[in-house]
């Protein structure tokens, strides 16, 4: 229990230093910030978008960024996106981040249980705003971390349409694990995820069993269902519970062989 509190305590603190800084659109000048309004979650709900090389001119793929704030993760992301132009889309939180992460109340967390509503929005409001408003190809990554790593998982056994490939560093898949699992079950089209790539890192120090105990069976379990689903999986040793290298380290696995 004092690892699991001591394991949140630094998340939270990773995430409060990357939201101290500037936020991204001061940071880079090619990221400018949107304002979409969401009839879905009722509420206004900040975007930071950047194009390559301050253009719009030429059809890229689409980085969806959860926790789309933090100005240093966003910066790798443009370091990769220098060599392989993609546009990249920062998705805020308004301080919703419990609510629009948990697919299902947890008795730990107050105000779970809004991820489906949050997987609309993005799915039926912000994508076709993005694809309307920029010249987008066909593919869409989604990146999440912790229980926006949950959420990276969630979006892809509920709508697995939405996205071509998911980056899910240390999902805290254990928060609601028979809910995961039973999803998986409810896939009946295996051929859903056929080519798709799911990429998921996470850190061994300090140990977190919400990831660390469940994330090895359910990727038995992915790949004894979906056969075809490209699937690369580790718990790093040494590494604290979002290892920030697997940001960059899953758009190479998602690009491998391609």
Same mark, same amino acid.
Request: with cysteine; proline share 4%; glycine share 6%.
């Given at each position: 229990m004092k690892k699991n509190l001591l394991i949140i305590i630094l998340f939270f603190l990773w995430i409060?230093? /990357?939201?101290?800084?500037?936020t991204p659109d001061k940071a880079h000048k090619n990221i400018v910030t949107k304002t979409i309004h969401s009839d879905i979650?009722?509420? *206004?709900?900040?975007?930071?978008?950047?194009?390559?090389? $301050?253009?719009? *001119?030429?059809?890229?793929? %689409?980085?969806?960024l959860l926790d789309g704030k933090r100005s240093k993760v966003f910066?790798?992301?443009?370091?990769?996106?220098?060599?392989?132009?993609?546009?990249?889309?920062?998705?805020t939180n308004n301080g919703n981040r419990t609510r629009?992460?948990?697919? %299902?109340?947890i008795s730990s967390r107050p105000g779970s249980g809004g991820a489906n509503q949050f997987l609309n929005f993005i799915s039926t409001e912000l994508k076709p705003f993005i694809n309307k408003n920029y010249?987008?190809? /066909?593919?869409?990554?989604?990146?999440?971390? /912790?229980? /926006?790593?949950?959420?990276?998982i969630y979006a892809m056994l509920t709508q697995p349409d939405a996205f071509s490939d998911y980056i899910s560093l240390s999902p805290?898949?254990?928060?609601?694990?028979d809910f995961i699992t039973q999803k998986v079950s409810q896939l009946k089209a295996k051929?859903?995820?056929?080519?798709?790539?799911?990429?998921?890192?996470y850190g061994l120090r300090n140990e977190m069993t919400e990831v660390t105990k469940y994330v090895p069976e359910f990727t038995t379990l992915l790949k004894n269902q979906f056969p075809y689903l490209r699937i690369y999986s580790e718990g790093l040793q040494g590494k604290d519970h979002v290892p920030v290298? $697997?940001?960059v380290g899953g758009l190479n696995f998602v690009y491998e062989n391609k």
């Open positions: 409060n230093n /990357s939201n101290s800084q500037n979650l009722n509420e *206004d709900r900040q975007v930071f978008v950047y194009i390559p090389n $301050g253009t719009s *001119d030429k059809q890229y793929p %689409v980085i969806y910066n790798e992301l443009i370091k990769f996106s220098n060599t392989n132009p993609h546009i990249i889309v920062g998705i629009d992460m948990t697919p %299902v109340k010249n987008t190809s /066909s593919k869409n990554i989604l990146i999440g971390a /912790s229980n /926006s790593g949950l959420f990276t805290t898949i254990g928060y609601c694990s051929e859903c995820l056929n080519n798709k790539s799911l990429y998921i890192l290298e $697997g940001f």
